[in-house]
């Protein structure tokens, strides 16, 4: 990362030149997502079955940090249209919109910070920035919209009987004992692969 690169505030953060060399960076990072995307695992002991754990935000990340912000959100969307496209789930593409809104939630963030001063300690305190904006938020995106739109498939009582944790019972609890702790360790994972693999695919996403 290099530590003499800067932005100015307000100045091209929030842009991006739509070339062609950027849209192949951006579709080969969506599709790299995608595949990230199916391989997840569940932490059955402790959530339940459907918050399955991944890094397809890593790639989303990357292209934020080289690109933008803008780019970042590009990645998620496509790498979710390439789900329901080739592999949807269950739930007619609600899970899909839940990994986009919360995989936003940390990317634009995160990216922001980054570029308002290319640094390593900038690119920690976005992914913070990013981790906690990405929690609080996805409390509010499952509340209002997310397990509402799950109810359509599932009654609230059967999605509350997935946690295995029996402090688990209504939806308030199940955001505060799931959705909370589940989305802390996703981004402290995301995190740290994206800070050990970031250095290394810069130069070939800046060249």
């Known amino acids: 990362m290099n530590k003499t690169t800067y932005t100015q505030p307000g100045r091209g953060i929030l842009s991006i030149k739509l070339n062609t ?5 951006i579709a080969m990072l969506a599709a790299t997502a995608f595949v990230l995307m199916l391989i997840s695992f569940p932490l059955a002991a402790f959530f339940p079955s459907f918050l399955e754990l991944d890094i397809s935000d890593v790639p989303a990340l990357v292209g934020g940090f080289a690109l933008g ?12 249209i390439l789900k329901v496209l080739i592999k949807p789930s269950p739930t007619g593409g609600v899970g ?3 990994n986009f809104l919360v995989g936003s939630f940390f990317v634009v963030p995160a990216s922001v910070i980054y570029m308002i001063r290319k640094s390593k300690k900038n690119a920690m ?21 997310i397990i509402p739109l799950y109810q359509q498939f599932m009654p609230l009582e059967q999605i509350i009987a997935l946690s295995p944790l029996k402090i688990v019972k209504d939806m308030k609890s199940f955001i505060l004992y799931a959705i909370v702790p589940f989305n802390l360790i996703k981004s402290i994972v995301v995190s740290t ?8 695919l810069s130069p070939l996403l800046h060249s």
């Open 125 to 145: 305190l976005g992914l913070l920035a990013g981790s906690i904006f990405m929690t609080v938020s996805a409390c509010f995106s499952n509340y209002f919209i």
């Open 69 to 80: 912000p803008i780019a970042g959100v590009l990645i998620e969307l496509l790498k979710n």
């Open 21 to 25: 060399r950027n849209l192949i960076k």
């Open 193 to 200: 692969v994206t800070l050990l693999i970031y250095k290394k």
């Open 96 to 98: 899909e919109l839940s």
